[in-house]
């Protein structure tokens, strides 16, 4: 360990006396006067720093070459270019033109980290920003406002994400390098992420296996970690919100520091909310609140980072504990903020190392990655157990089901599954050759999944998944071209598991059969964009996906007490394959901007669960079947920002998708077609109050009765919410409140993904939220 640090300390200081150097100046366009404070930022390398007073700033490089460079400053266009650094400074000056329309950075989840003008599909960047004037009281819940993107829910603090109505393992979770899983197959299973430490969520629509491999047919939620502080400067943020409707608070606290070559994070949050609260017109007044729809969750993030000539790396920790009640039917009435039995327990423990390696013209990228995933499910009948462990007794009441496990990590649930994954992933970055880029890469990991629980809902298996690829691109004055292959390979093998005995009953064995299969797809994808001019953009772009059954699929044979049913697998599933169309229409002029995105997505063998008349403990049964499907609709956006009132900010969009199987019938978990129209006015600083902003929203989702079997259609419902915000100066330290409502008028409504919804429970009535971020700068 020794001799690792002292090479690296050795390559670092090496690395400073052979820096290159970009300097220049930035100004404004029509004034031609010097603009302080812009961010100029690497993106390749993530090194950033602010020009000064006079607009002039000075970046070192580890090394000559190509490199894309990012200038943006609130209220200007973002300046993407690509500058040649040799052995001599260079010059570079840039002038930032004044915009109303917010224009994209950099897209970081393409292999090339392109702009958005060169990416064949549109990809959504939802920011910290918003994320900190959301006042919705989860990070999934917040991305819910992109048009095409919903959530399973069973409760506030239980979500996860939908793609134009595809969910769960069909949609991939991008995190720190690396595919992040934590029994997604799940749908009582949340996501597991939060907002710590996160500059932004990239969200990619349609099949992206080309790039991420299986289960990414759906889509991508691809997060962003925070750009590190500007170099020889300190950053701290103290944040903490409060919602009324659940008596609930989130506080968050991140640190960071950057040298010319090292750079240090550290970001920690903790979220504790009591039972949610219906709207107040409801029948039964006596029942607002939906017992055990509390969570609490703890979370920490830290990373260190390198840069020296041959080689940059990031190593990067992060923890997340969350304990989330299962709801059953309301009954106690209270604001405690611990957990009730049953509930679940997830921890989940993630490191990461991302390496850049250059040689000469060409680079080298390599991620690894180790995952630790805990999930444990508390049952009742273990109340009586940890009562009598802990002196406590079942008569008094509620007291004996509140939390006494949690953050325990000694005790075993009901139900006890962990989940070990490895990941790597390495990229091959050719010398450009004319307009031609070429990236030859391969992925891959292994899974090893434990029972120690008595419920074995999937059993004992190891998991091996690779996959190689090639992606091409090439650029011409308007026309943009990327286009790849790719042969991925995946193995399950899984170890026997005893199932209890339920007796003679139909579609129900005995003893899961054990599973030994490997399973094989080659995708791809072509894609063409094309710039009219200034003002219109044209996409298109086809790609297939494919997905191997998980083991939910293959192996279940038990109820799943989260999910209220019992699940029977079929081992002899085979492979998920889509096929996804896809085209985009954008105009983008000083004061408008449209986008419309049709898309048209054909999947082969989709798996599905199909109730079946049985009943089994209590439950009905269901059975995983396969049938084809095919699922389209479109999303639109219009943006417009009135000529005489600049300030004024008007958006409205649109999103809708159809999802059938090949017998006509409607698939299940579809969204209702949603319509959601935004007005922003962005004001005149007045005194100590800067950036003051009001905002109101009408949030309309339309009727759904284009419904499974199982399902019962949802009425259309309209939402209020309003938001209101500034920062203030109190002397030379800014303090960014923000006050929003969700649900202004308390409406009484089922979203029709809501997990609760069958159980009559309606979502969560008004809520008022207040946050409070306190930004420290400190200079190197």
Sequence with gaps: MKQIIFLITLLVVTNALRAQQLTGKVTDALTGESIPGVNIYLPEIKKGVISQVDGYYELNFPRKGSYKVQFSFVGYDIVLRTVEVADQPVTFDVQLHPSVIETKEFVISSVYQSSQPEHPVEVIQFDAAQLNQSPEPTLMQSLSSIAGVSVIS???????????????????????????????????????????????????????????GADAMGGVLHFVAEKPAPVKTIRAAVGSKYFSNTDGYANTFGIKATREHVRVGLYAGHVMHSDYKQSADIFDKDHLRVTNTRFNERALRANLGFITRPWVTDITYSFNQAAIGIPEEPSFQNLDKDVMLPYQLTTSNVISMENSFFFGDSKITLNVGFQNNDRKEFEDEHAHESAAVHGTHADEGPEYLKQQLVYSMQDTGALDLNLKTYNYDVKWFL????????????????????????EILIPDADVMQAGVFSLFKYNLKKVNILSGIRYDVKSILTYDTDAPDHGAVDHVHEETV????????????????????????????????FRAPNLAELTSNGVHHGALRYELGDP?????????????????????????????????????????????????????????????????????????????????????????????????????????????????????????????????????????????????????????????????????????????????????????????????????????????????
């Design 431 to 454: 010398p450009s050759f004319k307009k031609l880029d070429v990236v030859l890469g391969a992925q891959g990991k292994h899974q090893i999944n434990r029972n120690k629980g008595e």
């Design 154 to 212: 069973s409760g506030v603090g239980n979500s996860k994400p939908v793609i134009r109505g595809l969910s769960n393992n069909r949609v991939l979770v991008y995190s720190q390098g690396m595919p992040f899983d934590n029994q997604q197959w799940g749908d009582d299973h949340s996501l597991g992420l939060n907002g710590l430490g996160i500059d932004k969520v990239e969200v990619i629509k349609g099949p992206s296996s080309l790039l991420y």
């Design 514 to 545: 054990p599973v030994d299969r490997s399973f094989g797809a080659v995708n791809g994808s072509f894609g063409v964009t094309y710039q009219l001019d200034s003002t219109w953009l044209l996409r298109t772009n086809i790609a297939t996906g």
């Design 572 to 780: 002899n599933l085979t492979t998920e394959n889509n096929i996804e169309l896809d085209l985009g229409i954008e105009m983008s002029s000083e004061h408008v901007s449209l986008v419309v995105s049709p898309f048209y997505n054909h999947i082969n063998h989709f798996i599905y669960l199909n109730p079946q008349d049985s009943v089994v403990d209590g439950v009905q049964l269901f059975t995983y079947e396969q049938t084809d499907a095919n699922l389209y609709g479109f999303e639109a956006t219009l943006d417009i920002h009135p000529h005489v009132m600049h300030w004024l900010h008007f958006e409205t969009q649109y999103a809708m998708v159809i999802g059938k199987k090949s017998d006509g019938s409607y698939l299940p978990r579809i969204p209702a077609n949603n319509l959601l129209n935004t007005l922003k006015a962005e004001l005149e600083d007045f005194k100590m109050i800067k950036k003051p902003y009001l905002s109101v929203a009408l949030n309309t989702l339309f009727e759904q009765n284009q419904i499974d079997v199982y399902e019962t259609p949802t009425l259309t419902y309209v939402l209020l919410n309003a938001s209101v915000g500034a920062e203030l100066m109190i002397g030379k330290q800014p303090l960014e409140l923000n006050i929003g409502v969700t649900n202004l008028l308390d409406r009484k409504y089922f979203n029709h993904l809501s997990r609760l919804k069958q159980q009559g429970i309606y979502d969560m009535g008004r809520n008022v939220v207040v946050g409070l971020r306190i930004p420290i700068q400190v200079k190197g």
